[in-house]
């Protein structure tokens, strides 16, 4: 069962940036899909909870210099 949830990323200064997140993003186990769009700085992550959970998401975007702005 998964979610689709989609959160600011921020520290993005780049297209590249971009491109790095996302790939970062779409490595992490329980990530089903994830898409980071530069133009409006946002993340959509369809992911498993009962695999991952924003909070990890987010420390994983932290480990590469971004942020992500989870609500919960
Ligand atoms: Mo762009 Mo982002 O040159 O970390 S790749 S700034």
Redo the contacts with the bound molecule.
Sequence with gaps: NSVQKTYPVLN???A??AS?SQANLQRQIGVVNAEVNYGNGMGKIEYIPNLITPEKLKDALNNV?FDLMIDE
Aim: charged residues 0%; glycine residues 14%.
């Design positions: 993005m200064t780049c590249s940036c790095s210099g």
